[in-house]
């Protein structure tokens, strides 16, 4: 901290002023391009935006002393209520509700079986301390679903499997901040019931927050007509995060509060819903790459050569023992395959979570904070890097995600208020079904209609016999009531082609059965 401290002691100018505003300007337009390389790569990017922090830090090329783990945790903590928040908009409840019991079991039970087997072995085969052993099995039992459907978003899978997952990871940080947060504290630690009982109500509360907050903004975003579309996004950012801290004064769970409420949101069809859902996807970004960079600014490489074959033997527990097995016992009242079960115990890809909740026994003071930091970091680098790109190969070996099945449609939908409609933008890709079908044979309800076509550059009003090619963009206006359906029914085609509906394919407004 003794650059920090000593710029603090000079006077802020404009000069200065101008200088961070360049080096964060660059940092972002870096990490930026940094995406492109992770998604040819096929590794998640949170460790090209580490990599970065890790650069401009006192071993790297920048230099930057930095140690205070307490302005990381409070950072690393409004990033993830962004995150959460983002990813609540985006959850579509459709999708989530038939695995909801399944990703509430890994998220609570799941949980507790992996603290236990990896606490064990940390303690036993690191040797650390039995609060050293809990608080890694504890930080490290968070899955990231922004690091696991970043490689798997080419590749379509079922949507119990990617419904689980990612409900999973909506709901397990909840718990796992009130475990790091009750191992860390100094004192004797608390019998394991009344833990349980304490996670229990902080969870209820939360709960129960999320859902009323996200109901009454809801409600309120429909009926209050806002002077400026552009006051719609901050606004559902803004009973967002109200969530949260309406959680967390109450003793609950702010972080579960902050999801359901954003899911609450994101499914009650607000008005200016596109230019909403962009602008918390690119606070979500930002968050993400500021978060990042500020952890790889944390550590300190050259003091983490010790902690590598800790990190390793604790990774392969994690990985190899504890989380298959609280896959397979929560999993095993539902009865699902064996080879979804295996994809998913691979899928519990460590992100930003873990590293970030390793700060708080830092600021805590627990002995060995600093070890357990460095463990946690090089954890999640290594194994993310060793899953990250294994698991495409992985769900096509089980085949959970067939070369051959169509390509889901590009929809991008544009409300018309005034007009009481909606204006579908429909992009079909490569693998769609699509490709070959005439106007016609579309049969979409009535009350909508294709009313534009761009192919190749050059836009036409279609007749009802042209035929759709892949590549091909078009714009389907539909009215209000008949909107789900009409994009159900686009998807359904997209899948199986002319005779979706006759061949087992359906069209209902879930518009994602089989």
Not at 167 to 195: C, K, Q, R
């Amino acid at each position: 901290m003794g650059a920090v401290r000593q710029g603090r002691e000079r006077p802020l100018t404009v000069h200065h002023l101008n200088q961070l505003l360049l080096v964060c300007s660059l940092v972002l337009l870096i990490a930026v391009a940094a995406v492109r390389i992770s998604s040819r790569s096929g590794l998640p990017s949170l460790l090209v935006y580490l990599a970065i922090g890790v650069a401009m830090g006192q071993d790297g090329v920048g230099g930057i002393q930095f140690d205070d783990a307490e302005l990381v945790q409070v950072i690393g903590y409004g990033a993830l209520v962004v995150i959460l928040a983002e990813g609540g908009l985006g959850t579509k409840w459709k999708d989530i509700k038939p695995a909801l019991p399944a990703a509430s079991a890994l998220a609570l039970a799941g949980v507790a079986v992996s603290v236990g087997v990896t606490a064990a072995g940390a303690h036993y085969l690191t040797g650390l301390e039995w609060r050293q052993a809990l608080i890694v099995g504890a930080v490290v039992s968070s899955t990231d679903a922004a690091a696991v459907f970043s490689v798997l978003r080419k590749i379509p899978l079922p949507s119990r499997i990617a419904g689980t997952l990612e409900a999973e990871s909506g709901f397990n940080d909840a718990p796992v901040v009130i475990l790091v947060v009750a191992f860390s504290t100094a004192g004797p630690m608390e019998h394991w019931y009344v833990l349980l009982g304490e996670i229990a109500l902080e969870l209820a509360i939360g709960a129960a927050i999320g859902l009323a907050v996200g109901w009454l903004g809801s409600w309120g975003l429909r009926h209050v007509a806002l002077p400026a579309s552009g006051l719609y996004p901050i606004a559902v950012m803004a009973i967002a995060v109200a969530a949260y801290a309406a959680g967390a004064m109450a003793h609950g769970s702010g972080f579960l509060a902050v999801y359901l409420a954003s899911m609450v949101m994101g499914n009650a069809r607000l008005p200016h819903w596109p230019a909403t859902r962009g602008f918390a996807d690119g606070l979500g970004w930002l968050a993400q790459i500021g978060m990042f960079v500020l952890l790889g600014l944390l550590v300190t490489p050259h003091e983490l050569g010790d902690d590598i074959v800790p990190a390793l033997l604790i990774g392969l527990v994690l990985t190899m023992v504890a989380r298959p097995l609280s896959v397979v016992l929560c999993l095993l009242p539902f009865r699902v395959p064996w080879q979804e079960q295996t994809l998913m115990s691979w899928a519990g890809l460590r992100g930003a979570v873990p590293i970030i909740l390793a700060t708080i026994p830092m600021v805590e003071g627990v002995e060995g904070s600093q070890r357990i930091f460095n463990i946690v970091f090089v954890l999640v680098c290594i194994y993310t890097l060793i899953q990250g790109p294994t698991l495409p190969w992985l769900a096509r070996k089980l085949r959970l995600g067939k070369s051959d099945e169509a390509a889901d449609l590009g929809i991008e939908s544009a409300p018309l208020e005034r007009l009481r409609g909606h204006l579908l933008s429909v992009t079909i890709p490569e693998g769609s079904r699509m490709h070959g079908v005439e106007i016609n044979e579309l049969r979409l309800p009535a009350g909508s209609a294709v009313t534009l076509v761009v192919r190749e550059g050059r836009s036409f009003v279609p007749l009802p016999t042209t035929g759709l090619r892949r590549g091909d963009e078009l714009l389907v206006v539909a009215t209000d009531p008949v909107r789900d359906a009409a994009e159900a029914r686009l998807r359904a085609v997209g899948r199986g082609g002319k005779l979706a509906g006759w061949l087992g394919t359906s069209d209902e407004a879930n518009g994602n059965r089989r």
